[in-house]
Antibody, heavy 120, light 108 residues
Framework: QVQLQESGPGLVKPSETLSLICTVS????????WSWIRQPPGKGLEWIGY???????NYNPSLKSRVTISVDTSKNHFSLKLSSVTAADTAVYHC??????????????WGQGTLVTVSS | EIVMTQSPATLSISPGERATLSCRAS??????LAWYQQKPGQAPRLLMY???TRATGIPARFSGSGSGTEFTLTISSLQSEDFAVYYC??????????FGGGTKVEIK
């Protein structure tokens, strides 16, 4: 079965760029959308964006100016970059598979998540 | 953007009892709604999609209903492993995909 695992620095300085990788195992990265979702401590879930295997992306308008999601199909992983971070970007960042067929756009499965703290 | 609102924020309930969780959309999402369960320190797990279809491996004590703007997740007889936070998510009109704020089901 498909499993996802996030990796990357747990601490980022304000104004710098947050960078994370999600490695997909147990299945191919094709035929789905691959997404990032974040969860500030004690709060709810916020969708960040997705990428498909061709590199097409779609981002949450609230974060669009600062987000870049990319994919490396040869390594079966995709990445998140969030620029100009502030303390408000402190969150657990999850990656997840998103259904790509119209109106099948739920997330399953999810990665465990990785906490990224923005602090000097 | 479609805003999803869940109630109550916290539900205190005893094992064996029935739990009813609500999710409301700011505009119609038809039946394009999913539910997730999240336990502390774990990834969210898909419970339902299409408002009422259980995901693979989800026990029959979980059921979903509703359409349009009002949805319900019911757990018929709470088991110890069901105490968690539950989120709804709409996928009718996006971007952005949006989630409710969650309902925490805790032991009374």
């Amino acid at each position: 079965q498909v499993q996802l695992q996030e990796s990357g620095p747990g601490l980022v300085k304000p104004s710098e760029t947050l960078s994370l990788i999600c490695t997909v195992s147990g299945g191919s990265i094709s035929s789905y959308y691959w997404s990032w979702i974040r969860q500030p401590p004690g709060k709810g879930l916020e969708w960040i964006g997705y990428i498909d295997d061709s590199g097409s992306t779609n981002y949450n308008p609230s974060l669009k100016s600062r987000v870049t999601i990319s994919v490396d199909t040869s390594k079966n992983h995709f990445s998140l970059k969030l620029s100009s971070v502030t303390a408000a970007d402190t969150a657990v960042y999850h990656c997840a598979r998103l259904g790509a067929v119209i109106l099948t756009n739920w997330f399953d499965p999810w990665g465990q998540g990785t906490l990224v703290t923005v602090s000097s | 953007e479609i805003v999803m609102t869940q109630s109550p924020a916290t539900l205190s309930i005893s094992p064996g009892e029935r739990a009813t969780l609500s999710c409301r959309a700011s505009q119609s999402v038809s039946r394009h709604l999913a539910w997730y369960q999240q336990k502390p320190g774990q990834a969210p797990r898909l419970l339902m999609y299409g408002a009422a279809t259980r995901a693979t491996g989800i026990p029959a004590r979980f059921s979903g209903s509703g359409s349009g703007t009002e949805f319900t997740l019911t757990i018929s007889s709470l088991q110890s492993e069901d105490f968690a936070v539950y989120y709804c998510q709409q996928y009718h009109n996006w971007p952005p995909l949006t989630f409710g704020g969650g309902t925490k089901v805790e032991i009374k």
